[in-house]
């Protein structure tokens, strides 16, 4: 029986420091959350979104993280960053909830401008007149004109 006890004991404390490690190594969701940035490519910003983001799934440099995308306009840009240029400059706002196992979700929300899509003009030409003046040989009946006109 008393060495029943000391087992139950050894086990318990062993538990014991389990939690207690446990306890010890809960992720900073609002430091995280700090740390989060959205990826833009080469030379845009916030503010000038014209290709698709990459919005990430984890933290660097916090394990056991998890973000998850939602945005106001997915027409606009989706949940997975994909971008979809419209007619006018839209505002979106992009918002992250991060996740740790046993915590509450933290949210960070971002707001970043897709610029209008670009129009491409076609090229306006003016109108040219042309004349032709055409000396058919005596008995040709017909005439042929071959050539392009850029």
Same mark, same amino acid.
Do not use: H
């Given at each position: 029986?008393?060495?029943?006890?000391?087992?139950?004991?050894?086990?318990?404390?062993?538990?014991?420091?389990?939690?207690?490690?446990?306890?010890?190594?809960?992720?900073?969701?609002?430091?995280?959350?700090?740390?989060?940035?959205?990826?833009?490519?080469?030379?845009?910003?916030?503010?000038?979104?014209?290709? *698709? +983001? =990459?919005?990430?799934?984890?933290? &660097? !440099?916090? @394990?056991? #993280? %998890?973000?998850?995308?939602?945005?106001?306009?997915? /027409?606009?840009?989706?949940?997975?960053?994909?971008?979809?240029?419209?007619?006018?400059?839209?505002?979106? *706002? +992009? =918002?992250?909830?991060?996740?740790? &196992? !046993?915590? @509450?979700? #933290? %949210?960070?929300?971002?707001?970043?401008?897709?610029? /209008?899509?670009?129009?491409?003009?076609?090229?306006?030409?003016?109108?040219?007149?042309?004349?032709?003046?055409?000396?058919?040989?005596?008995?040709?009946? &017909?005439?042929?004109?071959?050539?392009?006109?850029?």
């Amino acid at each position: 029986m008393k060495r029943f006890k000391k087992i139950l004991l050894a086990l318990a404390l062993v538990f014991a420091g389990i939690f207690a490690l446990s306890a010890c190594t809960k992720v900073d969701l609002e430091a995280a959350k700090e740390a989060l940035e959205i990826k833009y490519v080469q030379d845009e910003t916030y503010v000038t979104v014209k290709s *698709n +983001l =990459t919005l990430p799934t984890k933290v &660097e !440099g916090f @394990e056991g #993280v %998890t973000v998850e995308w939602a945005s106001d306009k997915p /027409a606009v840009i989706s949940a997975t960053g994909v971008v979809v240029r419209q007619d006018a400059d839209t505002v979106v *706002n +992009l =918002t992250a909830t991060l996740r740790a &196992e !046993g915590q @509450e979700p #933290v %949210t960070k929300t971002f707001k970043v401008t897709v610029l /209008a899509k670009e129009v491409v003009q076609p090229p306006t030409y003016e109108s040219v007149n042309v004349t032709f003046v055409v000396t058919a040989p005596e008995g040709t009946e &017909e005439v042929f004109l071959i050539g392009n006109m850029i």
